[in-house]
């Protein structure tokens, strides 16, 4: 559906966002009013929270088991991959609704963007594919087969790059996003979950999550150059179970859900070193960052609730209920033209 | 819910049963599987499994064991590790063994070893298990034991070369008590078969009971007298016999059954003389794995096998399942040279099997144990998964089940 709805706040969010001096000037507060949206697995929707009132604003109710979520680059569409219903729903934020849903193949369990907006890239976990779409026609341009049960998925920032990880074969594939041709498969640590690029896509970040740790992949080399460990004080290495990464925009901090032992590691992206342990919800999944970087809002599966960080203090502010069984969040800044 | 089971199950077929099923959507140009280095040639890996000659029963019909059971575990086993080989130029074969009855392990292992397997996934009793260890073909072997529970095999008869995979009766009864002391159902009354297994599982279940707390408040033996589990008159029959036998008990919370050859157990939920719960080997059971089970991405691993043998995973599959696996982790970690390299690494701290229970399994260096959680199953769900919340352990919560470090007899010759 092609968006010719121009609305005043649309707009005026337009306006914003393209003013130099609001951008820069950290100091302000920001000039758009910001929603988390985060998908509901067993609830079959995406709860959709206000980050002023920090009061949920909307459910929008969805085909089965929504996982992964992606916004567009020009923010006006948000992507939520539906594992049981084998389809990719769109929302419109502003909207708060779904305005299309399409096949995406067997099982889809993530969802990611090019950075042009015009490819979308899917892990089909039951069937061992990394698969390619047409943003626009929806078409399957084609698939990469990988190990078993994909589930990571990340775009370099120049959009050049797929990483996909599979779950079982305990791999990191890495993809060329034009020729659609597997350049390297790299063996890590059991179970990886998720992969995320630094934001200068010189290191590709991979959690473990029966393996415990974080693997650190050069992006040119593709090879092993580092780990995060996670040796925390009165948690025990079983719990320890690494899965969202959550990078932020300056590249200095990430952020690492360790799952059960429901807390987030706040880690020095430079050093490796976990800053801070911060206790949030049960089974603590993914995690986004507010763009202006001020919150994160952490998925907790099993209280069924998020938990929002102030990122300047590091403190947990506010739990906020949401569907049953919550697994990531996203969100969007304001739409681009 | 068996509509999975019409979904394609070759993955070349997809394409063209997503266009048959009017869902068109895929190119039919699936992508070749990436090919390894081509320079390398494929690393060949034969992994034998050998079974007992007793197929094994059950009361229940839907309960009777498949006749591939537990070797279908290790055929999607080595499907994932071939998965995973394609992109490492490593390819695992199977060579499937029945003992005939009374054929000698030790024999057939000698024939396997013969074909250049180094690494077995067996399925055999406490006896045979032990008699293919000892046997010549065995000393450089790794044996993966699946399906012998004693706890004899992890303590005094332990052997270097046989890494336990299955769970023991000692693991299993600490399981399924913790969950019951939780429950606060601390006075239990125990109905233990005739058959030696069932006094092995019901001397565990006492352990346990010591260990944690509870208190056996009634003993009771069920003679198995032969003759057929059920027939025509028995539904009849066993309305009267099960109430009469579990009369006059005094007061418990729970009847625990130990009936490990499938005698009476399947018979006591509903029929008890009390308004009293099962647990033990019918009503709640403790096991590795139930095909109910759907957390920790579990749901992957059931929909994989019931596609490729159409019926549910058992205990017993994922056990070998679970050997298959580590032998593909092994070979993945260039240790699956020999049994000793592959050993080393399962002792090692590089060793973390992912097998969909919610953490990593490890192997105890005592006795060469598989650490696992252990599944409550009440046959249709998981309603519980041990180690329980609250009963804490030095090292690893995990080491509450079973025999721990200073309990071991274990010494390995």
């Known amino acids: 559906m092609p968006f010719q709805v121009k609305s005043l706040a649309l707009a005026l969010a337009a306006f914003a966002a393209s003013a130099p001096a609001l951008v820069v000037s950290g100091a302000v507060a920001p000039a758009f009013a910001f929603d988390a949206f985060v998908t509901n697995e067993k609830g079959d929707s995406v709860t959709v929270i206000d980050l002023d009132s920090l009061k949920v604003k909307a459910t929008i109710p969805l085909a089965q088991r929504p996982r992964g979520i992606a916004v567009s680059p020009d923010n006006r569409k948000i992507y939520v991959a539906l594992g049981d219903s084998d ?45 390619f779409f047409d943003a626009e026609s929806k078409a399957r341009l084609g698939g990469v087969r990988v190990g078993v049960e994909p589930e990571g998925l990340a775009v370099s920032p120049d959009g050049k790059l797929v990483v996909a990880t599979t779950e079982t074969t305990n791999m990191v594939h890495f993809v060329d996003a034009a020729t659609r041709r597997t350049l390297a498969n790299v063996l890590v640590d059991s179970r990886p979950r998720m992969a995320v690029f630094t934001p200068d896509g010189s ?6 999550e029966i393996g415990g740790d974080v693997v650190v992949l050069d992006a040119a080399t593709r090879k092993i150059k580092d780990r995060v460990k996670f040796d925390i004080p009165g948690l025990r290495s079983e719990n320890i179970q690494p899965v969202g990464i959550t990078m932020s925009r300056d590249g200095k901090l990430a952020f690492v859900s360790l799952g059960p032992a429901n807390r987030v590691a706040v880690v020095d992206v430079k050093t490796r070193e976990v800053q801070k342990v911060l206790l949030v919800g049960q089974r603590v999944w993914h995690a986004a960052l507010t763009p202006d970087q001020k919150y994160l809002v952490t998925a907790n599966g099993v209280t069924n609730d998020v938990s929002v960080v102030d990122v300047a203090s590091l403190k947990v502010v506010k739990s906020i209920q949401v569907g049953e069984s919550p697994w990531e969040a996203a969100i969007p800044g304001p739409p681009k033209p | 819910m068996f509509n999975r089971f019409s ?88 060579v499937s063994r029945r003992l005939k009855a009374g054929e000698d392990a030790a024999k057939t ?29 065995a000393a450089k072997m ?11 095999l992890r303590q005094e008869s332990c052997r270097a070369n046989v890494v336990h995979v299955a769970p023991s009766r000692a693991m299993l009864a600490d399981a399924l008590a913790q969950y019951l002391i939780w429950k606060q159902w601390r006075k239990w009354f125990l109905v233990v ?17 010591a260990r944690f707390g509870a208190k056996i408040v009634a003993e009771r033996v069920f003679e198995d007298r032969g003759g ?18 579990t009369q006059g008990a005094p007061a418990y919370d729970i009847l625990l059954a130990a009936d490990e050859s499938a005698v009476f157990a399947d018979y006591l939920p509903y029929r008890t003389w009390d308004p009293r719960p099962v647990a033990g080997s019918a009503g709640l059971v403790p096991t590795s794995w139930d095909p109910s089970s759907e957390s920790w991405g579990a749901e992957q691993l059931q929909r994989r096998f019931e596609r490729k043998f159409s019926r549910r995973m058992t205990a017993l599959d994922m056990n070998a399942w679970t050997a298959a696996r580590m032998i593909g982790e092994a070979a993945a970690h260039g240790a699956a040279g020999d049994a000793a390299a592959m050993k080393a690494f399962f002792l090692s701290k590089d060793f973390a099997l992912a097998a969909f229970k919610g953490q990593k399994l490890t192997l105890r260096d005592w006795n060469l144990q598989l650490r696992q959680p252990i599944l409550l199953s009440d046959g249709r769900n998981v309603v519980s998964v041990s180690p329980q919340e609250g009963f804490l352990h030095q090292f690893s919560e995990l080491d509450t089940l079973g025999y721990d470090r200073p309990e071991s007899k274990c010494h390995f010759k």
Not at chain 1, 89 to 117: H, M, N, T, W, Y
Not at chain 2, 142 to 152: C, E, K, Q, R, T
């Open chain 2, 142 to 152: 790794l044996i993966f034991n699946v399906g012998a529970p004693d706890d004899s």
């Open chain 2, 109 to 137: 292992l000698d024939d396997l070893a013969g074909q250049g397997v180094n690494f077995v996934v067996a399925d055999l009793a406490e006896g045979a298990l032990v008699a293919a260890a000892d046997s010549p073909a």
């Open chain 1, 87 to 131: 389809q990719i729903a769109i929302i419109d934020p502003q909207k708060l609704a779904v305005i299309e849903e399409f096949p995406a193949g067997r099982d889809p369990e993530r969802v990611d963007v090019s950075p042009d907006g015009k490819t979308l890239y899917v892990t089909n976990e039951d069937s061992n594919f990394l698969t």
């Open chain 2, 228 to 245: 057929a589990r059920q027939s025509d008159s028995g539904v009849a029959l066993i309305q009267k016999q099960i109430p009469a036998f």
């Open chain 1, 203 to 208: 290191e590709v970040w991979v959690s473990a």
């Open chain 2, 193 to 209: 078969g005739s058959h030696p297994e069932d006094k092995l599982w019901a001397d565990d279940l006492k352990r346990s009971g």
């Open chain 2, 7 to 94: 979904r394609p199950l070759e993955r070349g077929l997809m394409a063209a049963a997503a266009a048959a099923a009017g869902l068109l959507l895929f190119s039919p140009a699936a992508p070749a599987a990436p090919a390894a280095d081509a320079a390398s040639p494929v690393q060949m890996f034969k992994i034998g499994y050998l079974r007992r000659a007793e197929p094994g029963t059950a009361i229940s019909r839907l309960e009777m064991p498949a006749e591939n059971n537990g070797e279908a575990g290790a055929l999607v086993g080595l499907d994932d590790d071939n998965d995973t080989g394609e992109f490492l130029g490593q390819k695992f074969t199977l």
